[in-house]
């Protein structure tokens, strides 16, 4: 099993700046896998915000594209979203996720709230 926990988040006006962290652990840590963040706004599904392989490779949503910034430190089983120029469009719950390259073994963190006020 994967257990994550999240930190960072709050509120902040729009065009500023917020980071999430995600640390994760468990018995499974030593599997590759990807780690990302995803994001759930009000009455709307859950959406991919940006994903980073143990590679190092990324994948952003476009809404997110040259705003915000995801990386890993595999080392520490941690994996962060720095988010900038943020808009009360991306106002949603934010969830870390790790998936293992088989795509069998997935797992959620209990997600952090973000509130872009305009």
């Known amino acids: 099993q994967v257990q994550l926990v999240e930190s960072g988040g709050g509120l902040v006006q729009a065009g500023g700046s917020l980071s999430l962290s995600c640390a994760a652990s468990?018995?499974?840590?030593?599997?590759?896998?990807?780690m990302g963040w995803y994001r759930q706004a009000p009455g709307k599904q859950r959406e991919l915000v940006a994903t980073i392989t143990t590679s190092g490779r990324t994948n952003y949503a476009d809404s997110v594209k040259g705003r915000f910034t995801i990386s890993r430190e595999n080392g520490k089983n941690t994996v962060s979203l720095q988010m900038n120029s943020l808009k009360p469009e991306d106002t949603a719950v934010y969830y870390c996720?790790?998936?293992?390259?088989?795509?069998?073994?997935?797992?959620w963190g209990q997600g952090t709230q973000v509130t872009v006020s305009s």
């Open positions: 996720n790790w998936i293992d390259l088989s795509r069998v073994y997935n797992y």
């Open positions: 468990g018995s499974m840590i030593s599997v590759r896998a990807t």
